[in-house]
């Protein structure tokens, strides 16, 4: 079956250092790949995505690529601000899983001012 | 766009009564919709996945007679958990899937912001 694998928390980084939040994945056929964020007692927010390999998602300064060689989806940022202290959840969705995502367990990132 | 609403966002109650949660979609169609559970620091247990029209498909070990779901619209599905105990707080989570051919995002899926319930 499908499975996501993030690094374990917490993160924990002084503004404006560079952020790396590892995400591999194993799955059946042919996966889109999310990030979500979950800022503390809200919901998940779409962070970006991507469909096939070597397609490269971003949003507010956030970046991954698919990489379907090393089965990966590292998220990173070049310069982390406090606002940017999250959860941070990897999930992958397939076809072949009715666009049901799987999910890793999420990391926690604290940023310090 | 690909706005989704929880309602109520905290709740309160006492033991053995019943607590409803809807979930809607403020601004696309969506016939599948998705309720999740999610324990202090851990990550989303899917519970069981709603389908407008048809009865719900839910995931091992979740109990249907518990946690009834009920999706009567293309933009509304409801969680409502029976006979609730203190072991049933938890923070429930619903998203919603669009319907493809307006948004095109079969593959996505957007979130509404929770439900914290807590079983007195």
């Known amino acids: 079956g499908n499975s996501v694998t993030q690094m374990e928390g917490p993160v924990t980084l002084s503004e404006e250092a560079f952020l790396t939040i590892n995400c591999t994945y194993t799955?059946?056929?042919?996966?889109?790949l999310f990030w979500y964020v979950q800022y503390p007692g809200e919901g998940l927010q779409l962070l970006l995505k991507?469909?096939?390999?070597?397609d490269k998602g971003s949003n507010k300064g956030f970046e991954a690529t698919y990489r379907k060689e090393t089965t990966s989806f590292h998220l990173e940022k070049g310069s982390v601000q406090v606002s940017d202290s999250a959860v941070y959840f990897c999930?992958?969705?397939?076809?072949?899983?009715?666009?049901?995502?799987?999910f890793g367990r999420g990391t926690s990132l604290i940023v310090h001012p | 766009g690909a706005v989704v609403s929880q309602h109520p966002s905290r709740v309160i109650c006492k033991s053995g009564t019943s607590v409803k949660i809807e979930c809607r979609s403020l601004?696309?169609?969506?016939?599948?919709m998705f309720w999740y559970r999610q324990f202090p620091k851990q990550s989303l247990m899917l519970m069981a996945t709603?389908?407008?029209?048809?009865?719900?498909?839910?995931e091992q070990g979740v109990e249907k007679d518990k946690f009834l779901i009920n999706h009567a619209s293309l933009t509304l599905s409801t969680l409502t958990v029976t006979s609730a105990h203190p072991e049933d707080s938890s923070f429930y989570i619903c998203?919603?899937?669009?319907?493809?051919?307006?948004?095109?995002?079969?593959?996505?899926?957007?979130f509404g912001p929770g439900t914290r319930l807590t079983v007195l």
């Open positions: 998203s919603a899937r669009p319907n493809s051919g307006g948004l095109n995002y079969t593959d996505t899926q957007y």
């Open positions: 799955a059946t056929g042919y996966p889109s």
């Open positions: 991507a469909t096939k390999a070597d």
């Open positions: 999930a992958l969705s397939e076809a072949g899983g009715s666009y049901i995502p799987t």
């Open positions: 601004d696309f169609q969506a016939t599948t």
């Open positions: 709603s389908n407008e029209g048809s009865k719900a498909t839910y």
